[in-house]
């Protein structure tokens, strides 16, 4: 994979840097939900801010803004203060949501430009946002020196370990309601892994046709429920066997042994997407099941991407026991599909600044 030169590289004493962050965060009553990404954006702020820099303006689009009422939902100030407690110094100075501009989601010049005037570079921090070829993530880096930033370069790292060799077994898990978004990924990898598990809709859908070029486990149980409903009429089914009309909203109790057993044993794993509707503590079971087996198998190299898997590690406590928690979630299914980020494209490569 083509690495991108380092913000560590870049001259920045003195300079006004423009960032790109990825802090496009959950908001609840206007306040930020779940600050993850903004944690994992101070790294690469305080390192410019340690070497010196005399300004930082830090970009980053929130929410998908289309109507006026829109923008006042999605203005960045609640982001702003968050960052401005995690982090307070003068020299930081967070931009308004950059979907606001047109120009943004059409990686239009006018607005590059805009973005670019008074800035003597550019850090490209936003891996989340990498696989978007908009004007903050794409068209600026072709008008300021462009540069990676730690949490870009950690992820391409981290999540570049799967696809090169990779230790054995490595267990491949895969669930969530995107399953078209999803096929591109378990066609790329799953060839590669030796067990593939998949829970969710995706399984349903697999066990019609599985148009994959290889056997996947698919669950032999499932928690099967009369409508799509929290507190809907519920029981435990064999896959196969559910009545008619009704949804299996998780995998059942045989297939999380089964599925934690096969996790216990992998020296490589990687998981994408809840085994049920697990924002529904009865269909959260299955997700919880398969957390908890990756979270307890500490001699494997462990990933997981997608928002949902990685809501579901944080709120049971268990992001930390593994290897790495991507930040993205289209962007790492992106990366992972062997496809290249025009975020990252844009960027100077590491061996070219270094000729
Ligand atoms: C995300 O949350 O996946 C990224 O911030 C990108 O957001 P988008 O899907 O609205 O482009
Ligand atoms: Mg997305």
């Not at 410019?48 to 929130?62: F, I, K, N, P, Q």
């Not at 850090?123 to 794409?138: I, P």
């Not at 230790?167 to 995107?178: C, D, N, Q, T, W």
């Not at 919880?288 to 990933?303: D, I, L, W």
Request: proline residues 5%; glycine residues 10%; negative net charge.
């Amino acid at each position: 994979m083509r690495r991108p030169r380092s913000v560590r590289d870049a001259e920045v004493a003195g300079r006004t840097v423009l960032v790109r962050s990825d802090l496009n965060v959950p908001l609840e009553s206007g306040e930020v939900a779940d600050d993850m990404r903004i944690r994992a954006s101070l790294p690469t702020l305080r390192l410019l801010l340690d070497e010196g820099a005399a300004e930082l303006r830090v970009c980053s689009h929130l929410g998908r803004p289309k109507t006026d009422e829109d923008r006042a939902q999605y203005a960045m100030a609640p982001v702003g203060r968050r960052l401005s407690e995690l982090l307070p110094d003068q020299r930081i100075r967070v931009l308004e949501n950059t979907r606001f501009n047109p120009g943004e989601t059409r990686n239009d010049e006018t607005f590059a430009r805009e973005l670019a005037t008074g800035c003597d570079l550019y850090v490209n921090d936003a891996f989340g946002s990498a696989h978007r070829a908009h004007a903050s993530t794409e068209a600026v880096a072709h008008l300021l020196p462009a540069y990676a930033g730690l949490l870009l370069l950690a992820e391409l790292e981290h999540l570049g370990k799967l696809l090169g060799e990779v230790e054995r077994p490595f267990v491949l898990i895969s669930g969530g309601a995107k399953v078209d978004d999803k096929l591109g990924v378990l066609q790329n990898l799953g060839g590669r892994a030796d067990t593939v598990l998949i829970g969710g809709k995706m399984a349903e859908q697999i066990r019609v046709e599985n148009p994959l070029g290889f056997a996947v486990e698919l669950p032999s149980d499932v928690v099967g429920a009369a409508a799509f409903e929290e507190g809907s009429a519920a029981g435990v089914y064999p896959f196969d066997g559910l009545p008619d009309g009704w949804l299996g909203l998780d995998i059942g109790p045989e297939t999380r042994r089964r599925f934690a057993r096969a996790i216990a044993g992998a020296r490589t794993i990687f998981w994408n997407g809840p085994m049920g509707v697990f924002e529904w503590a009865r269909f959260a079971e299955g997700t919880k099941a398969v957390a908890e087996a990756v979270a307890g198998n500490e001699r494997a190299f462990s990933v997981v991407g997608g928002a949902d898997s990685v809501r579901a590690l944080n709120e049971l406590g268990l992001a930390e026991k593994l290897s790495w928690v991507s930040t993205g979630g289209g962007a790492s299914l992106e990366l992972l599909e062997g496809k290249e980020l025009p975020g990252v494209a844009a960027i100077p490569s590491a061996v070219e600044s270094a000729a």
